[in-house]
């Protein structure tokens, strides 16, 4: 079967553009570069969607000695600026990274304290993994080819059968301070890596230039396309349209008259395309839909899963199926908090997703911008995990570890800017 391969958008007069707008200081070339490749991977949907990945660069800066410029929280790839890669003191946050086991807050601390501009963003929350990769180029993707494989239940193998060392394998650890020690300490295990393959989770590569980097990033992309081809498996491309109905004015209705959350407005984005009805058309749709998401990011914004129905309910049928959502949700939520070490204050429970049997996906939200972000990423989880149930089997991340993400003080506050 013919192969669609995500491609490698470098381009040497743009890249050399980019470094001589930059000045004559090498820091700042460097940084050009890093603001150059953070816009190619962010412009291609299917490498990272909605503010998803982070890059970095470490350099030498005048008085400041060795520096990192790290992704700035709320800041997107696809457009990024030199403001949306804070600068930090690089040997103070190692040092201080790995002193001793950290709390989220002491983590946000120690990177606060160490940035060399006070008022810009709180870095990535994944900074103190990319400042103990000692590469001088690190990428962090979350590829759609990639993650029909990283959540598969043998993804470990997987890899090392695709890209035998080449990539090292972390088993999912916990975004932040606990996967920043733990995959460095595999990294260095591995000393000969060009990448880490982070199962439920996603790509990082490195390099010693712009371009190694992200030209290893493109190259396991593409090989882990080629070996789902080799399977006979094609991830379905994105050919959506809005979709019109009028059930969905009777939805955005009894949404609103469910819950406070929607008291301000809402806005649905409702889409159908091939992708979309070949996802609903799944002979276990009800199992599939909602046995989670496909990376630990994605519970943030579409909660940990979907709302299913028919297309053709009453008023009062649809108000049912949002109280059972509800239900649903606050057992999730009982269940996840029983394990929590600190109390936690249960959130809405309302979907955010809306999966149609007979109409299509919508994403809700309280703006149109949220609504657009929380289908896009709906569109793409429906793409991986249509192509990794043909692979296998989609075996995301398992409740207890959704709700650890989705009530994580660090990514609500991310959330909330």
Not at 81 to 103: I, K, N, V, Y
Not at 152 to 175: E, F, H, N, T
Not at 244 to 255: A, S, T
Not at 314 to 326: H, M, N, P, R
């Amino acid at each position: 079967m013919s192969v669609s391969l995500t491609e490698n958008r470098w381009n040497d007069d743009d890249a050399a553009r980019w470094a001589n707008d930059a000045g004559d200081d090498p820091a700042d070339r460097d940084l050009a570069l890093r603001i150059y490749t953070s816009r190619l991977i962010g412009g291609d949907p299917d490498l990272v969607l909605h503010g998803g990945g982070n890059t970095s660069v470490k350099t030498m800066r005048g008085s400041n000695g060795a520096v990192m410029h790290v992704k700035g929280s709320g800041w997107d790839l696809a457009t990024i600026e030199a403001p949306g890669l804070p600068g930090l003191h690089l040997e103070a946050t190692r040092t201080g990274g790995r002193a001793g086991a950290l709390s989220d807050p002491q983590m946000v601390a120690l990177l606060r304290a160490n940035l060399l501009d006070p008022e810009a963003p709180n870095p990535s929350l994944e900074t103190l993994l990319h400042g103990f990769l000692p590469a001088k180029y690190v990428d962090h993707s979350h590829a759609t080819a990639v993650l029909v494989l990283a959540n598969q239940p043998d993804a470990d193998s997987i890899c090392r059968a695709i890209y035998g060392k080449r990539l090292a394998v972390v088993p999912y650890v916990m975004p932040g301070y606990d996967l920043s020690i733990a995959a460095a300490r595999i990294a260095e295990a591995n000393p000969g890596c060009e990448g880490l393959w982070l199962v439920n989770h996603g790509l990082f590569t490195f390099g010693d230039t712009a371009r190694d980097s992200y030209d290893r990033m493109i190259e396991f992309v593409n090989m882990a396309e080629r070996h789902l081809a080799s399977r006979g498996i094609s991830i379905l491309p994105t050919d959506e349209r809005p979709r019109e109905d009028p059930f969905l004015d009777l939805l955005k209705e009894r949404l609103q008259a469910a819950g406070s959350v929607f008291t301000d407005g809402i806005v649905i984005d409702a889409r159908s395309g091939p992708s979309i009805d070949a996802f609903l058309a799944h002979p276990s749709l009800a199992d599939l839909a909602t046995r989670g998401t496909v990376t630990p990011d994605h519970v943030i914004r579409v909660k940990p899963f979907p709302l299913l129905l028919e297309g053709m309910e009453s008023a009062d049928a649809i108000d049912s199926a949002l109280k059972q959502f509800g239900r649903r949700y606050e057992a999730y939520f009982r269940a996840g908090a029983a394990e929590a070490k600190e109390a936690k204050v249960m959130l809405d429970c309302l979907p955010r997703v809306v999966q149609i049997r007979n109409i299509g996906m919508v994403g809700i939200g309280k703006t149109a911008g949220e609504a657009q972000i929380i289908a896009d990423l709906t569109s793409q989880s429906m793409r991986v995990m249509l192509a990794a149930e043909s692979y296998g089997r989609f075996t995301p991340l398992t409740p207890s570890q959704l709700f650890k993400m989705e009530y994580w003080s660090l990514e609500q506050a991310k959330l909330g800017k």
